[in-house]
């Protein structure tokens, strides 16, 4: 039997009620040969109000002996913003180059989307979003401050290292999603004839961010060359929004840097129902990954018992599929689209069952 070693921040807000949901689910789990061996960390908003610690480089030392961790949500309302993001959850994914965020769109069956005239089956793509660089290094300036001359920076700063590990995880990724004997079926009728399995679609500005997303698409090219049987394609960041409202269905696998894919998620997971239902994964490949909600803290609804806890349960079946338990996180993703099945909705309050019980629900079926 193997154990996991798991460290869990649930966090602040919402964020603990929808890890107990993910950790009780994950417990349910255990009867299909694997064991888990949770270690609950304070590393919050509530702990830096009492001692004004956020994460040392020591507990960062520490998180790298875990084989995963699972992640509720950061951020404080009595905490000016920016603090607890740079210092805990940025500081996490730079600090263990966790350096991809894994993202999938998925349309579930049964689930409300604002967009009214798609289905299921047009909204199901990955976005690739790079999560060590670009605008999220905090690299900037400030000069004359509160002059009416004031002048600021944000720098947006990659390394063709960073582009090139993360556009190779963008075809890799195809190759896991597809293959020549299933290919995509968004493939068009030609590019089927030719034996191609997938599309990796670049999300980038390429007409005004003409360093940096020059850069990307050289190496998109470049990598392109060693995946002959994938379909390289590149859309305008703007035109993305405009596709993942108006055609989904035209994405597989999107690759974008790390501001790019910030913003498209948030638009991505409302077309899949909302934030209580898309999880992510913060993805080392060669260390300790971590994987949480995308969604917030949602500080209205802490304590009430009425927050989706679908995200954080596909937050912990995307982690146990890193694990390479595929089995067991494949039985989770089932049992998850069954309860969801029987939800009537997938916003908090009107759920129809509280965060408890849909929690239960699902580790009944696991
Ligand atoms: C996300 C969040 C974070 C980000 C915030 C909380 C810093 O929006 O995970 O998408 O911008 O990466
Ligand atoms: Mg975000």
Request: hydrophobic share 40%; proline share 4%.
């Amino acid at each position: 039997m193997t154990e996991y070693n798991i460290a869990v921040i649930g966090g602040d807000g919402t964020g603990p009620e929808v890890i107990r949901e993910a950790k009780k689910v994950l417990r349910a789990a255990e009867k299909h040969g694997i064991s888990f061996n949770f270690t609950d960390l304070p590393y919050d908003g509530t702990r830096y109000i009492e001692t004004g610690e956020t994460l040392s480089d020591s507990e960062i030392e520490g998180l790298k002996n875990y084989d995963a961790m699972l992640l509720g949500a950061i951020g404080h309302p009595d905490i000016k913003p920016g603090i607890l993001e740079r210092d805990i959850l940025l500081k996490m994914r730079f600090d263990l180059d966790q350096y991809i965020n894994l993202r999938p769109v998925k349309l579930y069956p049964n689930v409300d989307t604002p967009l009214a005239y798609t289905t299921p089956d047009n909204i199901d793509y990955v976005v690739i979003r790079e999560n060590t660089g670009g605008l999220y290094t905090g690299k900037g300036s400030c000069e004359n401050k509160g002059a009416a001359d004031e002048i600021t920076t944000q720098v947006m700063e990659y390394s063709r290292k960073q582009v090139e590990r993360c556009v190779r995880y963008a075809f890799e990724t195809v190759r896991k999603r597809h293959s020549i004997n299933t290919p995509w079926k968004g493939l068009s009728a030609e590019e089927n004839e030719k034996g191609f399995i997938g599309k990796v679609t670049l999300c980038g500005k390429t007409n005004v961010l003409t360093y940096v997303f020059d850069l990307w698409q050289r190496v998109m090219d470049e990598v392109a060359t060693e995946y002959p049987d994938i379909v390289n394609d590149y859309v305008h960041v703007d035109a993305v929004c405009i596709y993942m409202v108006e055609s989904p269905a035209r994405f597989d696998v999107i690759v974008t840097g790390n501001m790019f894919g910030d913003i498209i998620t948030d638009l991505a997971a409302v077309t899949q129902g909302g934030m209580g239902v898309a999880g992510s994964g913060n993805i080392n490949p060669e260390g300790v990954s971590m994987f949480e909600p995308i969604g917030g803290t949602a500080p209205a609804f802490t304590g009430l018992n009425q927050i989706n806890p679908i995200a954080a349960i596909s937050a912990a079946h995307m982690m146990l599929s890193h694990l390479g338990e595929n089995k067991v996180a494949g039985i989770i993703e089932e049992a998850k689209i069954s309860v969801i099945k029987k939800m009537d909705s997938m916003l908090a309050a009107k759920m129809g069952y509280s965060t408890t019980e849909i929690g239960d629900m699902v580790a009944d079926l696991v």
